[in-house]
Each structure stands twice: as C-alpha cells, then as structure tokens.
C-alpha cells in the first residue's frame, strides 16, 4: 500500500509539473491587450478595412520541456461564415524559438523562423491577414494561440488549409497558450 501511495503522488507531481517548473504556458504580445481592442496595425487593408495589416510581435514563456517544435493561429470564431476565419497559420517553427517580431506574418520580410511555413489565411493570400469584420457586426473575438507539439515538423506544405493544419494540430498538441483581442467597425 506504501508503495503505491508513493507511486501516485510521484505521478499526480509530475502531472502537475507539465511545463518547465511548474510554470504556465504563456502567450505575450507588445501590441495586443488581452481583452482588450485590436489596434489599426493588425487590422486588414482592403475588403472595405483600411488597416496597415501587420502581424503582431508574440512572445511565448514556459513551453512543456519536451516540445519539439510551435505553430501560431489567428481565428476569429464570429465571422459570418458559419465556420469561422482563419487570419493566420504558421507552423514547423523550431522549439528553440520563443518569439515571432512584429511582421513576421508578411512572407515577403524575411522575418518569419527559418523553416517555417505560412498557409493561406481565409483572405486568399500566404500569411497573416488582420481583422476586417463587416461594419456595424459586434465586436469580433481574435484568438492568438500558440501551439507546442510533440513532433519537429508537420508533414505538410504552405498549401495546406487551415482545416488540414488543425487535422495535425489536434494530434500533436501536447500544450497551448491563447490571447484574445476584439474588433469591430
């Protein structure tokens, strides 16, 4: 009985330590207050959004020890779609990264991981894509979140949809951080 009171509490110990210490798995970002509204930066340039579409700075704390690699999502769960739209997907990004600098979601500057992989946003284009929700909606929720995954990389290429990216996500998910922001016109 000793014995296996002492084999529980070992485990029920490390359950609880999941993340380097004890710490959470924390998602930061310079320009998006949690909760609060998305700046004229991240938000869309064009479909009637007059925006500078540009990807937020994200900073990550305290990943599970055993991450082998990190995705990032944009979603907004409230457009009028009945499925929701995907403003960003990026993966294959090294476990040795623990932050994206703002831009990172534009192909064409370089500042994305070395690696890593940015589908189509739900707008068409490779990348990030703000937020440009219909005028007068309510305020829509945007979901960052950050996903720490049990493989170095998904077996997939920049043209994969959202949903075949989620597909790998959903199975290789072993921890993950959100922040959300809200915007309307």
């Known amino acids: ?3 296996w009171c002492s084999l529980l509490v070992v485990g029920l110990l490390l359950g609880f330590m999941g993340t380097a210490a004890g710490a959470d798995f924390v998602l930061q970002s310079p320009q ?3 909760g609060g509204r998305m700046a004229m930066e991240q938000v869309y340039k064009g479909f009637g959004c007059k925006g500078e579409n540009v990807s937020p700075a ?36 090294g476990a040795d990264v623990d932050s994206l600098p703002v831009d990172a979601g534009n192909p064409a500057s370089g500042k994305a991981p070395a690696g890593s992989v ?14 440009c929700p219909p005028a007068g909606d309510k305020p829509h929720h945007y979901i960052f979140t950050v996903f720490a995954l049990d493989v170095d ?14 597909f790998y996500l959903h199975g290789h998910t072993i921890a993950k951080t959100s922040l959300t922001v809200y915007y309307s016109r």
Do not use: C
């Open 32 to 34: 998006l207050e949690p």
């Open 1 to 3: 009985m000793k014995k």
């Open 153 to 166: 990389k998904l077996p997939l290429e920049k043209t994969a949809t959202a949903a075949m990216v989620g």
């Open 58 to 93: 994200l900073h990550w704390l305290n990943p599970p020890q055993n991450t082998k690699s990190f995705a990032v999502t944009a979603y907004d769960p409230d457009a009028p779609t009945g499925s929701g739209w995907w403003h960003w997907v990026i993966f294959n990004i």
């Open 118 to 131: 940015q589908t189509r946003s739900d707008y068409g284009t490779f990348g990030y894509g703000g937020a």
